[in-house]
């Protein structure tokens, strides 16, 4: 009983050491955030200039010009870039988390796999939940519910179907309708993949569903924007060799992917 009391106790004060430390970053964010603002300001005498290594000349200081070292990336620096973000100072760090595990990356990836084969739950789920579709999770578990051995998509399109069997009652009409624009919409972006040049496919994307306006309106936008243009960059390398369409191009930012 003592040794459990013992783990109990040691538990709670890791977990306090943990919150207290990720409390600890965000007031170190807005101190730094605060610095680097002060850095910027070109405001009279306070303008601060580096010596550019190019030109020999000083010139005004620029984001780029600016590093935070850390002694470890963990649990410091996703929470640096959020504070940094809230500010809006771009910045991007090192974490060896990598450039497909970003948030955008991941929903555009989703979105280019539901295209391609819309019988895949992982992505349709992370599709359907994102700023895109805007599915909520109590609208998901219902889709989920109506057949659990199923794929979500076979279950959108029973939903939305006229099969008298189906009791339409028990979705509501909001459901009903995200389902049929779902659908919609699906069935129109898979139709210019067909012949869509796939880098031009992936910015029509990105327009089509005003997600490259959303990301850039997040903390950290500018640097989300960037990702996704070198996503875009990516399919433009690919155009290039004798591969092509979609399902080639998902196999081919996988290989990326796995080579890091």
């Not at 040794?3 to 050491?17: C, P, Q, R, T, V």
């Not at 497909?100 to 084969?117: A, P």
């Not at 898979?190 to 959303?214: C, H, P, V």
Request: with cysteine; net charge negative.
């Amino acid at each position: 009983k003592n040794y459990e009391n013992a783990i109990k106790e040691d538990g709670n004060s890791l977990e306090e050491s943990d919150e207290e430390e990720l409390e600890n970053v965000n007031l170190e964010g807005r101190v730094i955030a605060r610095r680097i603002k002060e850095l910027m300001s070109n405001s009279g005498d306070k303008t601060f200039k580096v010596l550019d290594k190019e030109t020999g000349e000083y010139r005004n200081l620029k984001y780029k010009d600016i590093v935070i070292l850390l002694r470890a990336t963990k649990n410091w620096a996703d929470n640096l870039l959020d504070e940094l973000g809230e500010e809006g100072i771009p910045a991007y760090a090192d974490t060896g988390s990598g450039y497909f595990e970003s948030i955008e990356i991941r929903t555009i990836m989703s979105l280019l796999k539901v295209i391609d084969n819309p019988m895949q739950d992982v992505p349709m789920i992370a599709l359907l939940r994102s700023p895109i579709m805007a599915f909520s999770a109590e609208e998901l578990s219902d889709i989920r519910l109506f057949n659990k051995d199923d794929y979500f998509y076979n279950n959108i399109l029973k939903i939305v179907s006229d099969d008298e069997e189906i009791d339409s009652t028990l979705f509501s009409e909001g459901l009903i309708r995200k389902c049929n624009k779902f659908l919609e919409r699906l069935n129109e972006w898979r139709d210019k993949s067909l012949y869509m040049a796939i880098d031009e496919f992936i910015w029509y994307l990105y327009m089509d569903t005003a997600y490259y306006g959303y990301v850039g309106a997040m903390p950290n936008g500018v640097l989300r924007q960037a990702n996704l243009k070198i996503l875009f960059q990516r399919a433009k390398q690919f155009e290039q060799t004798s591969f092509k369409g979609l399902f080639n191009f998902i196999n081919f930012i996988n290989k990326l992917r796995k080579s890091s």
